[in-house]
């Protein structure tokens, strides 16, 4: 099933030769991506290539050196950006899920939209229940994320995301931290997620879920993009060796 | 004088001059606690700043209080200021000095419990789009303050006894009170006693609401907790 097609509007995230160290390492190096309204990106690359810090650095979590960020035309990359807003309308998926464990499900979910976006003890009641629903944890609510599985959680995560009405969404290794069998329930939530339209970003090594609904696929290599290009043609024809020596390794088996 | 007198004993335990003197301790160790995490909590938030200008003081002022004597302190506070034109009364100081010097130790363990909260968890609240004090207040304080449960009650328990410390400035509590009693009769080995005996109930008891915070704010980290309501 392919994704609906993007528009040809301004890019919602862009990224803009970007360069970025740690010390004297240098980790991305004039990385530059753009992600269209309603577009599926996939980053892919070996461990240390830069995909993790390059996704973390589009809503400012990581500071960048120069180069220029923007979500939605709003430049995130200067000093004066108002940043708490900017990244409430960018939803955030992480590796570790990072739910709050001192909160319920439901106060996971509705925190922000209370504290951040000032909506009504209700209204956010209203959308956590639906969005919890939708992820399949509606029986869930009341308990506390270290009672749950790895699985649970991170669907609960992506319910919290969600519960911003984000304008697009960011994945770091989603399903990285997973045991293998609760792989399947956070990827099914992801996809369809991707057919309804949303914008999403997502650094995965799951290339299954990449030829499903990704539009295009990003390969990193050495804080460097080495690749952009449409789905199909980087699984049929990668250009680089580097990719294919990539592809090789992952696809083995 | 010589002996033990049992009746002495049991007269003073039940004494109301006594008494009054644990409930001043006890006011002393909650006013010098509660404030003392106040000035302690911005004390730590100063000194992990990345402004020199704002963890050189922090630094400082740790610096300074945990290095010299919580007994010399109060007597420059309530002796030596005066020469400056500065007085305070007795209760003034005492207060003064605890809750100074507390607020010290206190900013340590409270520095230690912000930094144990991952890094993680401040990127998930900032991705979220709370601002820096919505990091602070909704994330990383509670989490932080279930950690520094147990050395808090540490030193909750400590301040109780360092309360005595302010008998040296005539501060009525029950430690200065006990000495006043034994003016009287000099049942000096049954007096210390029931002294000892109040600050015991008192750290026992303070031992029992301890257990009690912690159960309250470990609820969501009970592994037990979930499972009865899972299966």
């Known amino acids: 099933m392919t994704h609906p097609t993007p528009t040809d509007a301004a890019p919602m995230l862009d990224i803009r030769a970007v360069n970025k160290h740690y010390g004297a390492f240098q980790v991305l190096k004039q990385c530059s991506v753009a992600v269209k309204a309603g577009e599926v990106v996939v980053v892919c690359g070996p461990s240390g290539s830069g995909k993790s810090t390059l996704i973390k650095c589009v809503n400012a979590l990581e500071p960048v050196d120069d180069g220029e960020i923007r979500i939605d035309g709003q430049l995130v990359t200067d000093g004066k950006a108002d940043l708490p807003r900017l990244r409430s309308r960018v939803g955030m998926v992480f590796q570790h899920f990072e739910l709050f464990p001192h909160m319920t499900v439901l106060e996971n979910l509705c925190v922000g939209q209370e504290k951040v976006l000032k909506r009504g003890r209700e209204e956010a009641r209203k959308k956590a229940d639906m969005l919890l629903a939708r992820v399949g944890m509606a029986a869930h609510a009341g308990k506390y994320p270290m009672h749950l599985s790895g699985g649970q959680q991170q669907r609960i995560a992506i319910a ?83 990719a294919k020596l990539f592809l090789s390794k992952i696809l083995s088996h | 004088m010589k002996g033990w007198h049992w009746d002495g004993f049991f007269e003073y335990l039940t004494n109301g001059y006594l008494l009054e003197g644990a409930f001043v301790t006890l006011g002393l160790t909650v006013f010098s606690i509660v404030f003392g995490l106040m000035l302690g909590f911005v004390i730590a938030v100063m000194r992990m700043s990345e402004h020199k200008f704002l963890s050189a003081p922090a630094y400082f002022y740790t610096w300074i209080m945990r290095g010299t004597p919580l007994l010399v302190q109060l007597i420059i506070i309530y002796t030596g200021l005066p020469q400056l034109g500065i007085k305070f009364t007795v209760l003034e100081s005492t207060l003064i000095g605890l809750t100074l010097n507390e607020a010290a130790y206190l900013s340590e363990i409270v520095r230690a419990g912000i930094a144990a909260v991952p890094r993680g968890q401040v990127n998930a609240a900032r991705a979220i789009g709370m601002t820096p004090f919505q990091v602070m207040r909704y994330v990383v304080a509670p989490q932080a303050f279930r950690i520094i449960i147990p050395p808090l009650g540490n030193s909750v328990n400590g301040v109780l006894k360092t309360t005595s410390i302010a008998s040296i400035i005539s ?27 109040y600050y015991l109930i008192m750290t026992t008891a303070w031992e029992f609401v301890q257990r009690w915070i912690e159960r309250r704010f470990g609820r969501a980290y009970d592994p037990k907790a979930g499972l009865v309501e899972q299966r």
Do not use: Y
């Not at chain 1, 799951?206 to 980087?234: C, H, L, S, W, Y």
């Open chain 1, 160 to 242: 919290r995301a969600l519960a911003m009405d984000p304008i697009a969404m960011l994945f770091d290794e989603p399903t990285s931290a997973l045991d293998p069998e609760m792989i399947t329930e956070v990827l099914d939530v992801m996809v369809a997620l991707a057919q309804e339209g949303m914008t999403m970003m997502v650094v995965t090594h799951e290339m299954g879920f990449a030829r499903k609904v990704a539009n295009r696929v990003v390969f990193m290599d050495r804080g460097e993009i080495v690749e952009d290009t449409p789905t199909q043609m980087f699984f049929d024809a990668p250009k680089s060796d580097r």
């Open chain 2, 171 to 197: 501060m009525e509590e029950l430690l200065r009170r006990t000495q006043v009693l034994i003016q009287e009769r000099f049942l000096v080995l049954e007096l210390f006693l029931v002294a000892a005996i």
